[in-house]
């Protein structure tokens, strides 16, 4: 077993500020860009919401209110699921979720009024505005709203952006949003119409609203986004060489967004059972492909840590049981369990969750820089993710290394030898099958 080396003593170098003796510009403050951003999300919030009152009307908003959130806990759980193999900051989520619900849901219903307005006065069929709304000016304008988010957090946050399942959980919980603000405006009005056509039960309009937007198609504003995600989660893969790649790729998962979204919309036009036949022939296969997809990245970046991992074993950073240990989501879970009910309760849970971030990120970044896609501060980040380890080995390494022990396979019978978890490699050899006879 490698001897654990003494912790880093490297010196991270003067800070570039005051190395040059110039302090930034009052706009260039992090409490500054923050507040700025939080004041334009409350502002658009508040805005949104009279709108939405003023169309609905109170007890219209209330109602749309409680039946456009249902879906909401399953959807932020979901992609939270997905991004469990390296969790990104929950600011991240708060912060798209926000944007989607207020800032993207303002831009849309702004810009969608005074475009159908402008279509409906300025030609010969006015008849026909709201439906090049609807299938023309809509995706358009709302994927565009939405896709804004995605591009902040891909340009400000860079560092928690690094690949596909990133973009679809931001895009995701944008879309997420923006649909909750939608619901509302559609189910609020669904039941101010009911209120003047006394219709009641299963037959009403709201009743009707509530099982195409909220049973069926939850879904719809979501898959839209995601498109735009992947589309960015692909250009953050790419090296900072491939300009033309880094442009290319989110232009074309939003346009791709955009064609989804307006074909969804444009199902109306086509016919008695057009919406069905295009939900049932085409956004139902569609969201399984995108649901396989994410699945198969998620799997894909446990495979990643356990086979970048064995290096950092190697130097002495890591026990040999973690590769295994990070590469499975139980064995983690199992990890976090043991710490909490014997190593220290929910504060040593929490350490272990973050070792287990940490050495994540660390694997990803050891990959990228193995294929030529890290940045100019891999050495620096690296030494970090390296620091934040070691401050929390302590706790961790009895956690992980007791989850090795649970999750390992049981000996084969016939007197064959047990894959080692406490040596590299950390993972049985691929032909090793504990079930062949």
Not at 19 to 37: D, E, I, K, N, T
Not at 99 to 116: K, M, Q, Y
Not at 392 to 401: F, T
Request: proline share 7%.
């Amino acid at each position: 077993m490698a001897i654990s080396p003494p912790y880093p003593t490297y010196s991270p170098g003067p800070d570039p500020v005051s190395r040059s003796g110039a302090h930034p510009h009052w706009w260039q403050r992090r409490w500054v860009r923050y507040g700025a951003l939080i004041t334009l999300l409350a502002l658009s919030g508040l805005v949104i919401l009279a709108l939405v009152r003023r169309q609905t009307g109170t007890e219209g908003f209330l109602v749309g209110l409680g039946l456009a959130v249902l879906p909401v806990p399953w959807l932020i759980a979901a992609f939270r699921w997905l991004d469990r193999v390296e969790p990104g900051p929950w600011r991240n989520l708060v912060f798209a979720f926000a944007w989607g619900a207020c800032a993207a849901a303002l831009i849309a219903i702004v810009a969608n009024s005074f475009a159908t307005k402008w279509i409906a006065t300025s030609t010969a069929d006015p008849a026909s505005a709201d439906t090049l709304g609807a299938t023309v000016i809509a995706p358009i304008v709302e994927e565009s709203a939405k896709a804004a988010a995605v591009l902040l957090v891909f340009l400000f946050r860079r560092r928690d952006f690094t690949g596909i399942v990133d973009g679809v959980v931001i895009a995701g919980v944008t879309a997420t949003g923006f649909a909750f603000t939608e619901n509302i405006l559609y189910l609020g009005t669904a039941f101010g119409t009911d209120q003047l056509t006394g219709d009641r039960g299963i037959a009403s309009v709201t009743a009707a609203t509530f099982f195409v937007r909220i049973v069926m198609s939850p879904f719809a504003h979501p898959l839209f986004t995601v498109l735009t995600g992947i589309g960015f989660g692909f250009a953050a893969l790419s090296t900072e060489r491939q300009h033309t790649r880094r442009v290319l790729l989110p232009l074309g998962g939003l346009l791709l967004a955009m064609s989804m979204h307006a074909f969804w919309n444009g199902s109306s036009t086509f016919g008695e059972f057009g919406f069905f036949a295009v939900y049932g022939a085409f956004m139902v296969p569609a969201f399984g492909l995108l649901t396989w997809l994410a699945i198969w990245t998620r799997q894909r970046e446990l495979r990643t840590v356990r086979e970048e991992l064995p290096a950092y074993v190697h130097a002495g950073w890591l026990g040999p049981a973690e590769p295994f240990v990070l590469g499975s989501m139980r064995a983690r879970r199992t990890a976090r369990n043991h710490a909490r009910r014997y190593l220290g309760g929910r504060p040593a849970a929490r350490a272990v969750a973050q070792y287990e971030a940490y050495a994540t990120s660390l694997a990803f970044l050891r990959h990228r820089g193995r294929r030529g896609r890290a940045g100019a501060d891999f050495v620096v980040r690296e030494r970090e993710l390296l620091a934040q380890l070691w401050q929390r080995r302590d706790v961790a390494r009895p956690a992980l290394e007791y989850a090795a022990r649970v999750a390992a396979p049981a000996r084969p019978l016939y007197g064959a030898p047990a894959p080692y978890w406490y040596g590299y490699p950390a993972a049985p050899h691929p032909a090793y099958n504990p079930y062949r006879s």
